[in-house]
C-alpha cells in the first residue's frame, strides 16, 4: 500500500501561486497514477490533476487547464502541482491519491494522503 503526504498549502492573495507536493512511501508500483483531488466545505470532492510515475501522462480540470501544472521525480517519489493565477473558488483542502488507472472518479483511487489547505484571498 503507498503511503502519501501531501503539503504546501496555505494562504495567498488572488493571482498568486503555490506548489503543492506529494510525498509517496511504501509501494509504489510503475504505472500507478497519483490525482490530486480537492474538496470545499460544503462540496464533493472533485478532481482537478493526474500523472502517471512511468510515463508523461496528465489531465486537468477545465477549472484548473491552463494555471496548474502537474509533475513528478521519480527519484524523490514526489508529485508536484504547480498552482498559478490561483483564484478564490479554488480555496479548498487538497489531497493526493494513487491509484491504479487513468481515472477521475475519486472513488476509484484506494491509496489517500492526508489533505493540505489552500486558501485563496480576493
Known amino acids: 500500500q503507498a503511503q502519501l503526504a501531501a503539503s504546501g498549502g496555505g494562504l495567498v492573495q488572488a493571482g498568486g501561486s503555490l506548489r503543492l507536493s506529494c510525498a509517496a512511501s511504501?509501494?509504489?508500483?510503475?504505472?500507478?497514477?497519483v490525482g490530486w483531488f480537492r474538496q470545499a466545505p460544503g462540496k464533493e470532492r472533485e478532481f482537478v490533476s493526474y500523472?502517471?510515475?512511468?510515463?508523461?501522462?496528465?489531465k486537468y480540470s477545465d477549472s484548473v487547464k491552463g494555471r496548474f501544472t502537474i509533475s513528478r521525480d521519480n527519484a524523490a517519489k514526489t508529485v508536484y502541482l504547480q498552482m498559478n493565477s490561483l483564484k478564490p473558488e479554488d480555496t479548498a483542502d487538497y489531497y493526493c491519491?494513487?491509484?491504479?488507472?487513468?481515472?477521475?472518479?475519486?472513488?476509484?483511487?484506494?491509496?489517500w494522503g492526508q489533505g493540505t489547505q489552500v486558501t485563496v484571498s480576493s
Open positions: 500523472i502517471t510515475w512511468s510515463g508523461d501522462l496528465t
Open positions: 491519491a494513487a491509484g491504479l488507472f487513468l481515472e477521475t472518479n475519486p472513488a476509484l483511487y484506494p491509496d
Open positions: 511504501g509501494r509504489t508500483v510503475r504505472g500507478h497514477v
